[in-house]
Every structure is written in C-alpha cells, then in structure tokens.
C-alpha cells in the first residue's frame, strides 16, 4: 500500500487490490483507505488501471463478482448443499419458503372478504 496526495498510477499490488476489493462490491471510501489515494483521485487511477473510470470500472468488476458468486451458489447447490439450494432457489429463481413450486408472487396472502367482528 503506497500513501502519497495524488500520483500518476497505483503499483501492480494496488490494482490487483483494487480489483479484489470491486468484486466484493466495495465502494470509493474502502477503495481509497486501502490504496491511500483521495476520492478525486480514483477517475484518473482507474483509467490507467483499467481504461475506464472509477464508476465503470465499480460496475464491471462487481457485475463479475456477482456472477462469480451464483456460480459458486449454483454448483454448491448442485453438490447437494441443502442451504446452498435454498439461497439459489430465493435469489436467482425467486422462490420462497412455503408450498413447493410457488414463486413469491403466486403466494401472496390474498385480502380477507369481509372483516369479522367479535
């Protein structure tokens, strides 16, 4: 980790770095505590980096952690991992707890008819 004001480009550790932590879906302020960079600063160091600017490049590399992790999900659901189908099942097909094969919409409480009074 380099710390200095403003500077021309980060070290190949701080783009690697910056890579993982855009994955993970960390934001500006993570970005700049561990690179030690100023937030003014991010445009100019992602389009050396990346060819891309710093909103760019945010949604490219958490797009591709996003989809690293519903692979992962998925094969893990595969393997038969009981928690791992189930977070699969709510996420990405949009199933919820309760009758088998019922999608989340299909499943509302419907409105009572009429309101009872005691």
């Known amino acids: 980790m380099t710390t200095s004001r403003s500077r021309a480009s980060w070290s190949d550790e701080d783009v690697e ?3 993982g932590l855009l ?30 600017g710093f909103a760019a490049a945010k949604k490219k590399f958490s797009t591709v952690g996003r989809a690293m992790f519903t692979k992962s999900l998925f094969e893990a659901a595969c393997a038969g ?19 088998p094969g019922r999608r989340k919409a299909e499943h509302a409480e419907p409105e009572p008819r009429e309101k009872l009074e005691l």
């Open 17 to 19: 770095n910056v890579k």
């Open 23 to 52: 994955t993970s879906g960390s934001g500006a302020d993570e970005v700049c505590a561990v690179t030690g960079c100023e937030p003014a600063d991010l445009d100019p160091l992602c389009k050396h980096a990346f060819g891309m």
């Open 81 to 99: 991992n009981a928690k791992a189908m189930d977070m699969y099942a709510r996420t990405v097909m949009g199933f919820s707890p309760g009758p």
